[in-house]
């Protein structure tokens, strides 16, 4: 006869596995909706390839996304992104990817790509970002989002700039890899916007991959166009 208290742990394990088939499947079709959309608006395929089928609601973090309207707006940044933060489980190997176009640890040696064009010269006195460099591809400004380890806060309403930004630190161990990247004007609507001129032939472009810390046990899986 099966006891009760095994009854009962049967049955969490079954909660549990619906409860995260359900939960999971939802940030999943998040992804999908995001990817329609994104798609509709640009003619480059497989940027979405190396996000995950299946997540499970135990590992995820957040998602973060941009979709443009169909329509071009001047007074907003037309580009598009996805990121999906994950906390990696127990194999974390297996986030790590066999073949890629690129890599490199996130320095600020890195051609970095911060689609907020017009304002990344107030917040960067360095200059340290849309800049192209030599034999790199374009990686996210990942100072932008959260890693629970601290920020900056720029505030330059004082000096007669509408900005105020966190500048978050990112964990020193950060690798990112670049699955797919390349320049050119991909989007379905023909639009004119300033671009840093140090940006070059990657005034428009796209770019996707992924970024892992075991420092912080996290995986970051990203798309971005602009």
């Not at 940044?77 to 990696?88: G, Q, R, T």
């Not at 790590?96 to 006195?125: A, G, H």
Request: aromatic share 18%.
């Amino acid at each position: 006869m099966i006891s009760r208290f095994l009854i009962i742990v049967l049955l969490s394990i079954l909660f549990s596995s619906c409860l995260d088939s359900i939960i999971g499947g939802r940030y999943v079709k998040s992804i999908k909706i995001a990817q329609r959309g994104i798609e509709e608006c640009y003619q480059i395929d497989g940027l979405f390839n190396q996000f995950p089928k299946s997540i499970s609601y135990k590992s995820f973090i957040r998602i973060k996304s941009c979709i443009p309207a169909k329509t071009f707006d001047p007074e907003s940044v037309y580009s598009a992104y996805l990121l999906l933060f994950l906390e990696m489980e127990e194999d974390y190997e297996e986030f790590y990817p066999d073949t890629f176009l690129y890599k490199t640890k996130y320095d600020r040696l890195n051609f970095i790509l911060d689609d907020s064009f017009s304002y990344y010269q107030y917040t960067d006195t360095l200059k340290t970002r849309n800049v192209v460099q030599p034999d790199a591809y374009p990686i996210p400004y990942f100072e932008r989002h959260d890693f629970g380890l601290g920020f900056e806060r720029i505030d330059l309403r004082g000096s007669g700039v509408t900005l105020v930004r966190d500048r978050h630190n990112v964990p020193e161990d950060l690798e990112v890899f670049v699955f797919k990247a390349g320049y050119g004007n991909f989007w379905e609507i023909e639009f004119e916007q300033d671009r840093p001129d140090t940006l070059g032939n990657w005034k428009n472009g796209y770019s996707s991959g992924i970024a892992i810390s075991k420092e912080l046990n996290m995986a970051i899986y990203w798309m971005m166009a602009w």
